[in-house]
């Protein structure tokens, strides 16, 4: 779990491996202890996007401002997904970001956030 410079702990720490990054995406693979609700899948996008490769910011605390567009596409019925999470836009410490969730290759969910970089 190295990949990810976040302070959440389990059970809140969703986040399990990073699969693939770059400069403006990740995909990351995010487990729960049960099957989550929507807010819990959003919670994991957001920490999904640390896995974005950014020397800039690196280790800098963010916090989730806005969510745009979030909608829920089927009833997640697992407790593993895969979370797909693309840099938008860029601004100083803000970042605007949009996800999408996958459950066995099938979209669960989507929508977008922004993040203020501490």
């Not at 490769?53 to 969510?67: P, Q, R, Y």
Request: charged share 25%; hydrophobic share 45%; glycine share 6%.
């Amino acid at each position: 779990m190295d990949d990810f410079s976040i302070p959440h702990l389990p059970p809140i720490r969703f986040v399990k491996s990073l699969l693939k990054a770059d400069e403006t995406t990740a995909s990351v693979k995010v487990g729960f202890d049960e099957v989550p609700t929507l807010g819990m899948l959003i919670e994991a996008a957001a920490q999904s996007s640390s896995g974005i490769k950014d020397s800039e910011n690196n280790g800098k605390m963010g916090f989730v401002i806005t969510l745009k567009n979030i909608k829920l596409l089927e009833e997640a019925t697992q407790k593993e997904f895969i979370v797909n999470v693309e840099l938008v836009h860029k601004l100083d410490n803000f970042k605007s970001l949009s996800f999408e969730i996958l459950q066995n290759g099938t979209k669960v969910a989507i929508g977008g956030f922004s993040i203020a970089l501490q």
